[in-house]
């Protein structure tokens, strides 16, 4: 005996918020096909995302540290896993459909190249003149076309409801392009609260990650206003707090996050009852989106953000690895576009088949690239002593 996707899909009906999306109204797939007999829609959304190639990629890809700067450090597959952990929590709370949230959780950074921010942002300057370069886009690409796992089909083939959330995720790091899913029409709550997971565990890792690594000061960083709230809630003084020592950071990063995710839960709960929010075609009706901060927050996290801009992002370790990866991804394009014959057979084959220009194949051939993959690549390409 066991629980069949009907049955699944009635918790739904009676455990969820009358503004959440049940996985029986989905707008569903662009090809159509049977459903399973104990997966609801959304569970079988996370799970091809789980399996693909670009999930697995991103282990090897850079949050702020390249692979090799140390084990601890957050990858693009460990932020991965804690916004899905976060963005779960959130739904949860909100009654909310979890399995919605953590399939958009899943599968909103696949689009992300070797080296993190510099990496996409130097692709996007390569690619001016061929339609540019944007990971949330790149994403939308893997999951409706690039990852090929179907015989019938590109892509993953995920319901319109993953592939709106992935199209509007919406944080200071993306760009929006919504045309083609209703752009007027707000997202659903749980792609709401899937952009305030991704925000919670960038700003609070990377200070973690940036504590870490001792390139932030940790006198400076408990002057925060967001740090301060921490160090009231735990009824201490920064002077009792030592964030040079992992015990004392863990536990102040730990109150960060729960301060985060349950002023996020308050917040979003007060504006859906101020708005009046009583269904789903409500919530899409609004002007704004219904889940975010309180007022206070969100301006000590405009604080926080500016605090890691100027003293972690622009540091001069991570300027330096910033710089190498630049030169890294402008060279394999470079040497990639003058001498195609240079990439793998199956690249060759597209080239072959006419689809899509040789910029565009050279860069997704590079976006899918984790960090060690690409620095191996431009040592076989440029050092005469390396096997090719």
């Known amino acids: 005996m066991y629980v069949t996707r009907e049955e699944l899909e009635q918790r739904e009906e009676r455990e969820l918020a009358t ?15 049977p459903e399973h007999p104990y997966r609801t829609a959304y569970q079988r959304d996370r799970d091809r995302i789980i399996h693909t190639t670009a999930f697995r990629r991103l282990q090897y890809k850079t949050q702020v540290f390249v692979y090799n700067e140390g084990d601890h450090y957050r990858n693009r597959l460990t932020h991965t896993v804690e916004v899905a952990q976060i963005g ?28 993190g921010h510099t990496g996409e942002a130097t692709l996007n300057q390569l690619m001016r003149a061929h339609g540019g370069y944007d990971h949330q886009k790149q994403t ?29 995720h919406d944080t200071d790091y993306d760009v929006v392009d919504a045309r083609e899913y209703n ?21 609070t890792s990377d200070a973690d990650d940036g504590l870490r690594a ?28 030592d964030l040079t020592q992992p015990l004392d950071r863990y536990r102040f990063i730990r109150r960060l996050v729960g301060i985060e995710v349950s002023d996020a839960i308050r917040a979003s709960g007060e504006r859906l009852d101020a708005a009046g929010v009583r269904d789903l075609a409500g919530l899409r009706a609004q002007a704004e989106n219904m889940a975010d901060y309180s007022a206070e927050v969100a301006e000590e996290n405009r604080e926080l953000k500016r ?22 991804v402008r060279a394999l394009f470079g040497a990639f576009v003058e001498e195609p014959a240079q990439l793998p057979p199956e690249a060759q084959e597209l080239l072959a088949q006419g689809d899509g220009n040789v910029h565009r194949i050279v ?15 431009y040592r076989r390409l440029f050092d005469t002593r390396e096997p090719v």
């Open 183 to 203: 752009a007027g029409e707000r997202g659903t709550l749980e792609c709401q609260l899937s952009n305030l997971a991704d925000e919670i565990a960038y700003n």
């Open 19 to 33: 503004y959440a999306m049940r996985s029986s109204e989905s707008r569903g797939r662009v090809f159509p096909g």
């Open 363 to 377: 860069c997704d051939y590079i976006a899918g690239m984790t960090d060690r993959y690409a620095i191996a690549e």
């Open 140 to 168: 939308y690409r893997i999951i409706t076309k690039l990852a090929l796992r179907y015989p019938a089909h590109p892509g993953l083939n995920l319901t319109y409801e993953v592939r709106e959330g992935v199209v509007k």
């Open 88 to 115: 779960r929590t959130l739904a949860r709370a909100l009654s909310c459909n979890e399995d919605l949230s953590e399939a958009i959780c899943l599968a909103h950074d696949l689009g992300h190249p070797p080296f």
């Open 214 to 241: 001792g390139i932030l000061d940790p006198g400076e960083f408990l002057e925060l206003a967001i740090s301060r709230r921490v160090l009231n809630s735990l009824g201490e003084a920064p002077s009792s707090i």
């Open 307 to 328: 605090f890691l801009f100027d003293r972690f992002y622009r540091h001069f370790r991570v300027v330096r690895m910033a710089a190498k990866a630049d030169r890294t």
